[in-house]
């Protein structure tokens, strides 16, 4: 019996040790407020109650289950995916936020804290989890809340800035304060005063100084340097911000310009002073009342003389103590303050003497050292009531003076002509028997008749406008100042008429050219960042807009092809009834209206009022326009970069018409507007379609490519790179060109790399070693090239990575074959002279015996397909000349010879050849390479020049397909 023992004292230690940290760790984990899981599996094994609490679930609803139900689903893979990858050793966040589904179904933001731990004998996750939802709403309520005064901040009209107390420097200024280059590089005296040290004259203190002093807001007033190097008055509103001590840390300073302000408070000083000097030296009496009781406020000198009062008589007396008619002179005092104004009333005062005058009263309401007052404005006209007696005696000379007028003049009682000059005569076309005592009805429109009689029935002397009608009928536009006018003791109405008919045009005319300026610069708006998809419609809403404005009847676009041998119709709209030329109208010959043409080619508007009258070279061009019905056009050269791509076009089919050199220049604008955008489009068409191509060809290539920044990071990588070194796109995206670069080669690629970024050479080449993921070197021959941006700076560059790991292998098999063969070399060099004979003879026998070999196939065959052409349908005829051009290639070696001639081929003929095959035609490829078909037949000469192919009859479609 043998006995075998051991001690296993330390291990039952150390199990208790684990049972107590176990234990410990239990009760730690159900006393802290994060939520505790350890997943096996994936699956829940044990939870703390704070796990429990923050999904809503029980424990028992939670062990056993994976994360579906507590995880928001987009979130889900990302988090298995994470696990997985930790388990496995991979290197992924311990830390990060993810979006999880309460019990209640309520969304809640988690932060998960993972890491893999030893559960017993099983290898485990232990998450710990912190509901972070609050945290996530308090900091976006902080960002909009930091958003909202950014936003308040920017709106403010005047300067804001934030200045430290410590060094004067800006760290925070608004848009208005155009400081943004500014922050944190320069000080505010340097930027707002252009000084070198900070404001210190008791004129204009330093705001920033006061309040570090004060610890309280302050306002002063100080001198800014615009950007023109003017002087500007600032009003400057300083607050503190104060540091946890109560220390002022930095001041917002608040500028508000006051230029202005100050400049108006001068100006309203002069106002002022120049009113006293108008107020004392006005040649009429001024004086200045209160309303009520009528105490007068002030006087001019003017009125202390007119009435014979001093002025301190003056000033608090009652006007009505030296008014005839108190009651009527209360009446216009009531009326001027309703209507703010009153204009020329009559009434008659005393003066200081007690002797009556009459005076002219012009008065308003004012405001007169804060209250309300009225201004009185008195002219006596005593003497011009015998004026008024003379003029009586002067009529004769008013008509004299009336006949000799350029304007017309007509006397009238309701309507009905009293009297008229030899200008209104004029004017209307009427001889003075056929206007004396007729109504003036027949002068006018219906609507400019009731306009007359209403003014006349209103007694109002405003300036007004009618429309007359004279004698032949034609339309005369009017001026019209009409008054009574008292003769005789009866009241007649003076109308002045002046003939603003040429004014009107005038006007008119400038009206049209301001909303023809308005709907082209509208046009010129829509065209703004216009999209592909939108050009057509846009263009012909423009024809639309511009064809209804200008009352034509059809308006197009023309384009020419690229040599300017055709033109067609892309583009029209007609008006109702107006049939559309489009489809009638493409690839129009350029030579077949010669006449047209020549003023295209040489940049010319081409403007025909009248196509009946167009020269006799012009037949061509009058027959078209003629069968299209039109009466008038003109067509305005599109152009670009000096050359032309087309025009802009407009018929009038129904009437004749004359375009305006204003109206010319607009449509220019137009044209121009339209090329400008065709050319924008095209040209961002080819960048998109040479980008799609460089993408194609960066994802489909073999060769492994990337895109690299200044700091060697991976911007993107292919998939044949990710193949080759056995990461992920995503993994390279978190490394740089050097992690993957074998460490002898890492300082030769940082120098290479440098001078690319330096310019210093255009791209470099070099065989390199690289590390794969799985640790093994990768030998790959390297070709960086560089991608720059629109100034020509360089952005990236382009590594491409051609695995050349097998080829150095054989190399270095090789070399080694190499060298023990050099051991040999010279033991067989005796034998390798015998062997060569040998070889020779050999070599002549097997040439002998290939050139009858093939002496008889050619034989056998040719026979072969000259009984076939004999019996087989036409159709068929170009499979037989690929068949026997194959025989050809088979026997005389020419699919090597064309392999070596397809290489001298350049990418464009390259891109024609495929198309051949294809198939196309050659109007085909020139549509589908946008060119002219004269440049693809020249394309296809030198590609048969290049191949060889000397026999015109061999077709070339076909000679291609048998070597494809």
């Keep these: 019996m043998s006995v075998v023992s051991r001690d296993i004292t330390e291990r039952k230690q150390a199990e208790r040790n684990l049972r107590e940290s176990e234990e410990k760790f239990r009760n730690l984990s159900q006393e802290i407020s994060d939520g505790v899981a350890i997943t096996i599996d994936g699956k829940n094994h044990w939870v703390n109650k704070a796990f429990c609490d923050i999904f809503g679930y029980s424990e028992e609803e939670v062990i056993g289950k994976g994360p579906e139900f507590l995880i928001a689903q987009d979130e889900l893979p990302v988090l298995i995916e994470?696990?997985?990858?930790?388990?496995?050793?991979?290197?992924?966040?311990?830390?990060?936020?993810?979006?999880?589904?309460?019990?209640?179904?309520?969304?809640?933001?988690?932060?998960?804290?993972?890491?893999v731990i030893r559960f017993g004998e099983q290898p485990a996750i232990q998450l710990v989890i912190r509901d972070i939802t609050e945290q996530k709403e308090a900091e976006q309520k902080l960002q909009q809340q930091n958003e909202f005064l950014t936003t308040i901040i920017e709106a403010l009209a005047h300067p804001f800035y934030v200045i430290n107390t410590e060094d004067f420097s800006i760290v925070m200024a608004n848009s208005a304060a155009k400081a943004t280059k500014a922050i944190g590089t320069s000080t505010c005296y340097t930027l707002i005063h252009g000084k070198d040290k900070p404001c210190d004259s008791k004129e204009y203190p330093c705001p920033v100084l006061d309040v570090q002093k004060t610890k309280k807001p302050i306002q002063v007033e100080h001198i800014h340097i615009d950007a023109n190097g003017n002087e500007r008055i600032f009003s400057v509103h300083g607050y503190p911000i104060l540091d946890k001590h109560g220390e002022v840390k930095q001041v917002i300073e608040y500028a508000i310009d006051i230029t202005d302000q100050k400049q108006a408070e001068a100006a309203l000083q002069q106002s002022e002073k120049e009113y006293r000097g108008l107020f004392e030296h006005a040649h009429d009496a001024i004086i200045i009342f209160e309303p009520e009781h009528e105490i007068v406020l002030d006087v001019n000198q003017r009125a202390c003389e007119l009435y014979g009062f001093e002025r301190s008589q003056?000033?608090?007396?009652?006007?009505?103590?030296?008014?005839?008619?108190?009651?009527?002179?209360?009446?216009?005092?009531?009326?001027?303050?309703?209507?703010?104004?009153?204009?020329?009333?009559?009434?008659?005062?005393?003066?200081?003497?007690?002797?009556?005058?009459?005076?002219?009263?012009?008065?308003?309401?004012?405001?007169?050292?804060?209250?309300?007052?009225?201004?009185?404005?008195?002219?006596?006209?005593?003497?011009?009531?015998?004026?008024?007696?003379k003029l009586r005696e002067s009529e004769e000379r008013f008509r004299q003076l009336s006949e000799a007028a350029e304007e017309g003049i007509v006397i009238h009682s309701q309507g009905i002509v009293f009297d008229v000059n030899k200008a209104f005569i004029r004017m209307f076309g009427y001889s003075p028997e056929e206007l004396i005592g007729s109504s003036l009805e027949k002068l006018a429109t219906p609507e400019s008749w009731e306009t007359i009689m209403r003014k006349v029935a209103q007694n109002d002397d405003d300036p007004y406008e009618v429309t007359g009608v004279a004698k032949d009928g034609h339309h005369v536009h009017c001026l019209v100042v009409g008054k009574p006018y008292t003769y005789q003791g009866e009241t007649l109405r003076v109308a002045a008429v002046r003939d603003i008919?040429?004014?009107?045009?005038?006007?008119?005319?400038?009206?049209?050219?301001?909303?023809?300026?308005?709907?082209?610069?509208h046009i010129s708006t829509q065209f703004i960042n216009l999209k592909p998809h939108e050009l057509d419609f846009q263009?012909?809403?423009?024809?639309?807009?511009?064809?209804?404005?200008?009352?034509?009847?059809?308006?197009?676009?023309?384009?020419?092809?690229?040599?300017?041998?055709?033109?067609?119709?892309?583009?029209?709209?007609?008006?109702?009834?107006?049939?559309?030329?489009?489809?009638?109208?493409?690839?129009?010959?350029?030579?077949?209206?010669?006449?047209?043409?020549?003023y295209m080619v040489n940049k010319q508007v081409f403007h025909v009022p009248d196509v009946s009258k167009l020269p006799p070279e012009a037949d061509a061009e009058q027959k078209e326009f003629t069968r299209e019905r039109i009466k008038s056009?003109?067509?305005?050269?599109?152009?670009?970069?000096?050359?032309?791509?087309?025009?802009?076009?407009?018929?009038?089919v129904k009437e004749h018409k004359h375009w305006s050199e204003e109206s010319i220049t607009l449509l220019k604008i137009v044209g121009e507007i339209f090329v400008n955008t065709l050319q924008r489009i095209r040209a961002e068409e080819a960048i998109r379609e040479s980008e799609e191509r460089f993408r194609k060809v960066f994802e489909d290539s073999h060769i492994g490519m990337a895109i690299i920044d200044k700091k060697h990071r991976f911007i993107s990588a292919n998939k044949s790179l990710c193949a080759m070194l056995g990461y992920t796109e995503d993994e390279l995206k978190n490394m740089t060109f050097l992690d993957i670069t074998h460490k002898d080669d890492v300082q030769s690629g940082k120098e290479q790399a440098q001078k690319i970024f330096d310019g210093e050479v255009p791209y470099y080449q070099a065989e390199k070693r690289y590390i794969k993921k799985n640790g093994e070197v990768l030998w790959g021959s390297l070709t960086v090239s560089v991608m720059r941006d629109e100034n020509g700076n360089v952005m990236y560059t382009l590594p491409m990575v051609v695995d050349i790991t097998e080829r150095k292998k054989a190399e270095e098999a090789l070399s080694v074959a190499m060298e023990e063969l050099?051991?040999?070399?010279?033991?067989?060099?005796?034998?390798?002279?015998?062997?060569?004979?040998i070889l020779g003879h050999i070599e002549a026998e097997r040439r002998d015996y290939k050139e009858k070999l093939c002496r008889d196939v050619e034989e056998a065959i040719s026979s072969v397909i000259s009984q076939l052409r004999l019996i087989v349908d036409k159709k068929y005829e170009h499979e037989l000349e690929a068949l026997d051009i194959t025989l050809q290639g088979i026997l005389g070696k020419d699919f090597k010879d064309f392999s070596e001639r397809m290489s001298k081929l350049t990418p464009r003929e390259l891109e024609i050849c495929n198309l051949i095959k294809e198939g196309q035609t050659s109007k085909q490829i020139a549509s589908s390479l946008n060119l002219s078909l004269l440049t693809v037949h020249k394309h296809r000469e030198q590609i048969r020049k290049k191949l060889g192919i000397i026999n015109k009859s061999i077709n070339l479609s076909t000679y291609l397909k048998s070597h494809s």
């Design 82 to 115: 994470r696990m997985k990858k930790r388990l496995d050793g991979n290197d992924v966040p311990e830390r990060y936020e993810m979006k999880a589904v309460r019990k209640d179904g309520t969304s809640i933001i988690i932060e998960v804290h993972a890491k």
């Design 822 to 837: 050099r051991a040999e070399r010279e033991a067989l060099a005796e034998k390798n002279i015998a062997l060569k004979q």
């Design 501 to 521: 008919t040429t004014l009107k045009h005038t006007q008119k005319a400038l009206q049209q050219k301001a909303d023809f300026e308005n709907l082209v610069t």
């Design 539 to 598: 263009i012909e809403q423009a024809l639309q807009s511009i064809g209804k404005f200008v009352h034509v009847d059809r308006s197009y676009v023309f384009l020419y092809d690229a040599q300017n041998q055709t033109m067609s119709n892309t583009h029209e709209w007609c008006a109702k009834g107006i049939s559309p030329e489009k489809d009638n109208l493409q690839n129009i010959p350029t030579a077949s209206l010669p006449y047209f043409w020549n």
């Design 314 to 389: 003056f000033i608090g007396m009652s006007l009505e103590e030296i008014t005839k008619d108190v009651p009527r002179g209360k009446k216009y005092i009531q009326t001027t303050l309703d209507n703010r104004t009153f204009h020329s009333f009559e009434t008659v005062n005393y003066k200081s003497d007690g002797t009556e005058m009459t005076i002219e009263v012009n008065a308003s309401v004012v405001d007169y050292k804060g209250q309300q007052a009225i201004l009185s404005i008195n002219r006596d006209i005593t003497e011009r009531i015998v004026a008024e007696r």
């Design 633 to 652: 056009l003109i067509c305005v050269p599109m152009m670009t970069a000096g050359s032309l791509v087309g025009f802009l076009g407009f018929d009038s």
